[in-house]
């Protein structure tokens, strides 16, 4: 089983960065997929979910309405588009896969928003 995660890097405060995340050895298509982040000190948290199936969505917060989840069954793909960046979104950011008791996490994909 692989999460691989890609696209993080430096932003501008304001900028946008697309996350995405490549699964394999595993059904993507039966596993709800997360985005994760954790920042320095702190606690991992949860920013976006998406079903299985890629018809409902769930978001943090603190990120509703600047950042979006999405998923392409056909390439085994998870993204997270994130616009309106700031500095308070600097963090890690994580992929997870879930089916029930089964739970997998790619090593994550820094992300800093410079102010």
């Known amino acids: 089983v692989q999460l691989v995660e890609s696209g993080g890097g430096l932003v501008q405060l304001g900028g946008s960065l697309r996350l995405s995340c490549a699964a394999s050895g595993f059904t993507f298509s039966l596993y709800a997929m997360s985005w994760y982040r954790q920042a320095p000190g702190k606690e991992r948290e949860l920013v976006a979910v998406?079903?299985?199936?890629?018809?409902?969505?769930n978001y943090a917060d603190s990120v509703k309405g600047r950042f979006t989840i999405s998923r392409d069954n056909a390439k085994n793909s998870v993204y997270l588009q994130m616009n309106s960046l700031k500095p308070e979104d600097t963090a890690v950011y994580h992929c997870?896969?879930?089916?029930?008791?089964?739970?997998?996490w790619g090593q994550g994909t820094p992300v800093t928003v410079s102010s």
């Open positions: 997870n896969a879930r089916l029930g008791a089964l739970n997998y």
């Open positions: 998406i079903n299985s199936g890629g018809g409902s969505t």
